[in-house]
């Protein structure tokens, strides 16, 4: 019997590269993704593409390449921060870092989520790695503003997405993996990946095939909009 396949974007280091290895681990055929080469390759077992989700053609380029292919979950890790300082400002990001934290948390894996669903069947998944900090309502201490400001962007997207395909039975995720020590989450984060990927794994399969839209942290209880 064929094991369940997910392709995974952006899986070159840190939260999506300890994605793709945990479903690995669980028995999952795994395509990941790069922008360049990366520790990835050394992933036994992964089936590695590179793309640049900033470059729509590029995108493209790779639906044609997995023409004819189909993936019980899609999920999209795509994240970066213009700065380490929590503290930081409007009146500090400029409007070329401002653009390019947009373009990469939210335009660009909705264009990803556009290009690629149909490679999900109806019983599969569709995921989109967001963060806590996405929630206006539970935005209680400012910081990371422009971080914050593309999280929320993605989630908006992602539910117009929901909107648009409402009959649509495929079960729609934004996770949320908590404050994590990566390259981006910094060394004052709270958590170590293996303290949140496998739990984001977990709730992943959980949510499989319960159709709709779900906002989740790696526990899979609900994230307030």
Known sequence: MKGKSALIIGASRGLGYALAAEFLGRGWQVTATERTPSALRELVGAAVETVDITAPEQVAALRERLAGSAFDLLFVNAGTNYTTDPSATLADVSTEDFTHVMVTNA?????????????????????????????????????????????????????????????????????????????????????????????????????????????????GQTVNW
């Open 107 to 219: 335009l660009s894996p909705m264009r990803v989520v556009e290009t690629l669903q149909d490679l999900v069947p109806e019983t599969g998944t569709i995921g989109v790695m967001s963060s806590g900090q996405g929630s206006v309502a539970d935005n209680t201490n400012g910081g990371f503003e422009v971080y914050r400001a593309s999280k929320s962007a993605l989630n908006q997207l992602m539910r117009s997405f929901a909107a648009r395909h409402a009959d649509d039975p495929r079960t729609l995720l934004l996770m949320a993996p908590g404050w994590v020590k990566t390259d981006l989450g910094g060394p004052w984060a709270r958590l170590t990946v293996d303290e949140s990927i496998p739990a984001v794994a977990d709730t992943i399969e959980a949510w499989a095939g319960k159709g709709g839209l779900h906002y989740l942290d790696r526990q």
